[in-house]
């Protein structure tokens, strides 16, 4: 066997699955997936083949040919913790193409299904987190970013229900015998009330780029190839519009700095509350935490983050995930560009400020094993859901802002167009990009140790704190917060979100707890209707004893499964003394089942890990 990626059994001897036909029956009663797919291969292949699941339940295995012959199968029987289960296929001599049958498990780790009660609509919804190696949890696949896929999906809903999907809306149609291919039986395919939504994807994407919703969802129209759809009617909608009202505007200024947008639209959905991320970058449709819609239009940040992904990451790809910074570096840097154009330098200073101080946090989470500031870390029997940093973000980001200070930025944009056209489509490691790198800047290597960035622990001495006047400011006044001054309202007047996220990020954590109060009191941080802050602040009051606010932190924690504050407020109430673990465990009892899996099993992580 030829090992292409520590997290995948998919064997680099042989062909990969190029094009997936789906068959979704979504039985919401069950929170199971009756599916078939029909999966070409990229070369014709003889004997055995090995793909990942995980949790799936596999029914049949057959040719594709009529009649179809059955294909012995042989699913392994202990998975590994990290990889799932193992798919041996014996296929017969030269195949090109197969069909399989397979329901997946109502805990599939992809996997979200909210009951009615759940929902803001009143009606159940399921949705779908593949990153970074979840895709398998729904349908059998060599699920690594190294083996790039088209497909076409046929989506079986209940009829007063929506779909979305990232890939092409062909049609909302009624239920054909001839669509499901085995996937359940014609009565159930077919049955009233029932209608498929088809949608299909031309363009190869890395497994975990898979991705669909269906529920009772609207959308508004922002622009000629720009839509946002929410689960949870007119308020949510109005408001996400009028959030993501510049979306166009920033598909412009990405093309002008990065070249044509390759995939035709960019629309967004607004997932309820429970979704994991910030953001993830599906390509033709964006899925969004509603944390981000905060009414000031700083949720546009997020989408620019999102919308940079469309050139860096889901046009190029990292080939395995010990390779993450190549899709989170360049994206962070690109984000940053657009910003600058759309917001002003002074707002790109403040976004890099959060990053730099992020990236010195992580220097603390990961001091007993530094492996995990590398920005390719050995990553073999690791979960990536359990490592996953703002690391390959930031010093990803500096890594490429040094390049730039280094040979100027109209060189730099001159290679990053060049980068992105050369190898578009493709999935590379970071051997490949430093190759491209020395080649088309001569000389780099001895300008730049690109070594120690790339192999070496902690921050290198030639990154650099963003230099701007705001940002100095902000952290002046948050340094003089020890001596207990607080900042002036006329220092503040102008300060959004992003600026108060900064101030308090920067805040030392040895404080007293009237210091918190105080600062609550004057400014009401911990009623925020902007998450960063709110958790920023909650982050500073739980070490220093303000069980004043546990009853916020409780809420927080209840109403949002974004993993960006589940960590922190976990981690803050796990490392306290016992009666703050008996509160992290109660609230996580009583909360668990609103998270998706994904967080669900990092906040049991930290709790074990601190009990």
Known sequence: MAPVDPHSYTDGAHPVVSHAALAFYLDFAASTIHASALLTLSAPHSGDLVLDTRALAVHSATTAAEPPEPIPFSLAAAPDPVLGSALTLTLPPDTTSFRLTFSTSPAASALQWLAPPQTASGHPFVFSQCQSIHARSIFPCHDTPAARITFSLLLNVPSQLSAVAAARHVARRDPLPSDHRGACDDELWC????????FQME??????????AAGGIG?????????????GGDKVLDEAAREFAGVEEMVKVGESLFGPYEWERFDLLVLPPSFPYGGMENPRMVFLTPTVIKGDAAGAQVVAHELAHSWTGNLITNKTNEDFWLNEGFTTYAERRIVEVVQGEERAALNMGIGWRGLNRMMERFKDNMEFTKLKPKMAGIDPDDVYSEVPYEKGFQFLWRIERQIGRPAFDEFLKNYIATFKFQSIDTETFLEFLKKNVPGIEDQIDLQLWVEGTGIPPDAMEPDSATYKKICALAAEFKSGKLPSEDEVAEWSGQEWELYLENLPTDVEASQVTALDERYKLSESRDYEVKVAFLQLAIPAGCKCYFNEVEKCLKQVGRMKYLRPLYSSLAKCSSEEKMLAQRIFSEAQEFYHPIARSVAEAILSKHS
């Open 219 to 231: 959308f508004r129209d922002l622009g000629p190839r720009t839509r946002v759809y929410a689960e």
């Open 191 to 198: 049955a009233p009330g029932r209608i498929v939504e088809e």
């Open 203 to 212: 363009q190869s994407v890395p497994p975990y780029l898979f991705a669909f």
